[in-house]
């Protein structure tokens, strides 16, 4: 088990960045894969991203590839998600999640989720 904590979310203009940061607590965080997720007022969560326990695997929904950056630094058990480019359609609150082993790209595979950040673009 791993507890999550995500920080970094905020208000920002079109065409600006956030960095949002998911601490994670517990010895085993290089073991677990992580993933990105959204959720917009009155939709599903949305898979956004995700990196494997080696940061070697790295997936993205196609409406963020080329402006948002998954990674992970293993030495401060932090998963990071950079967003750049930013537009009104990426307002969510995003949570991270993690799961032991192989990455996955739905949340019904992660057991283990933060308890969000909003983020809010305005057009």
């Known amino acids: 088990q791993v507890q999550l904590v995500e920080s970094g979310g905020g208000l920002v203009q079109a065409g600006g960045s956030l960095r949002l940061s998911c601490a994670a607590s517990g010895r085993t965080f290089s073991s677990y894969s992580m993933g990105w997720f959204r959720q917009a007022p009155g939709k599903e969560r949305e898979f956004v991203a995700a990196i494997s326990w080696s940061g070697r695997d790295i997936y993205y929904q196609d409406s963020v590839k080329g402006r948002f950056t998954i990674s992970r630094d293993n030495t401060k058990s932090t998963v990071y998600l950079q967003m750049n480019s930013l537009e009104p359609e990426d307002t969510a609150v995003y949570y991270c999640?993690?799961?032991?082993?192989?990455?996955?790209?739905?949340?019904?595979?992660?057991?283990?989720w933060g308890p969000g950040t909003q983020v809010t673009v305005s057009s």
């Open positions: 999640a993690a799961r032991p082993g192989l990455l996955a790209l739905t949340s019904d595979s992660y057991d283990n």
